[in-house]
């Protein structure tokens, strides 16, 4: 199993530009989301999908949008590059499981790291 | 919203000894309280967690431990070697619906010195 696979693993964009983010998850999961890791502020959260056909606004969404593809795709979408989205930025997806249907873990996939010059 | 400090943001420990990482959150309606390893260029790994109805959680080497009441959490490390070297993120979410949005702190960096 690959888990959670993330593409590009790098990117530098200019001001402006415009690029997508892809997440692909082979673990059958109802959930995904999107985390951007800054320096010293960990990871925050800036959409997830709770299951195929919906998505919600984390904590900064601002100037990204995101789309559900189908159950194992989720895409980051970034329309005008600025430099305060220099990051990196990581996939995660999450399942149910047992009897009570508890969420499993969240696993992350390996991250783009993306520079806005 | 949860919010979740994390202390200290370095650790050194001699390799042999204990490492504590500490973290409160903010939110007490919160009940999922992971910790993630995260080794340099690479994705965060779970290492252990632990659910509201339980005080402590041992796997080996580590464990966690749960206070509700004040609302805090801790990661302990045994017996320390070199690998266990890299930066450990705790985090906090409720169980709402069927999505876990995590809340993380901003990260220890734990140098295991041999």
């Known amino acids: 199993n690959a888990g959670v696979t993330q593409t590009p693993k790098f990117q530098v964009l200019k001001t402006g530009q415009s690029m997508t983010l892809q997440c692909a998850q082979d673990?059958?999961?109802?959930?995904m989301y999107w985390y951007r890791q800054d320096p010293g502020m960990g990871l925050r959260l800036i959409y997830y999908?709770?299951?195929?056909?919906?998505?919600d606004k984390g904590e900064v969404p601002n100037g990204y949008n995101v789309s559900r593809l189908n159950k194992r795709e989720f895409s980051l979408r970034l329309e005008s590059a600025a430099p305060s989205q220099t990051s990196v930025y990581f996939c995660?997806?999450?399942?149910?499981?047992?009897?009570?249907?508890?969420?499993?873990?969240?696993?992350f996939g390996q991250g783009t790291r993306l520079t806005v010059v | 919203g949860e919010n979740v400090e994390q202390h200290p943001s370095t650790l050194s420990v001699q390799e042999g000894d204990s490492a504590v990482i500490k973290c409160t959150y903010s939110?007490?309606?919160?009940?999922?309280f992971p910790w993630y390893k995260q080794e340099l260029g690479k994705g965060p790994q779970l290492i252990i967690d632990?659910?509201?109805?339980?005080g402590e959680k041992k796997d080996q080497r580590i464990a966690v431990t749960l206070n509700k009441t004040a609302k805090h959490f801790s990661l302990h490390i045994t017996e320390t070697q070199p690998e266990d070297s890299a930066v450990y993120f705790c985090?906090?979410?409720?169980?709402?619906?069927?999505?876990?949005?995590?809340?993380f702190g901003s990260g220890t960096q734990l140098t295991v010195l041999p």
């Open positions: 995660a997806s999450s399942g149910r499981t047992g009897g009570i249907l508890m969420n499993t873990e969240a696993f």
């Open positions: 673990m059958n999961h109802n959930s």
């Open positions: 999908s709770a299951s195929e056909g919906t998505t």
């Open positions: 939110d007490s309606a919160s009940n999922y």
């Open positions: 632990i659910r509201s109805n339980v």
């Open positions: 985090a906090a979410s409720r169980s709402s619906g069927s999505a876990r949005q995590l809340t």
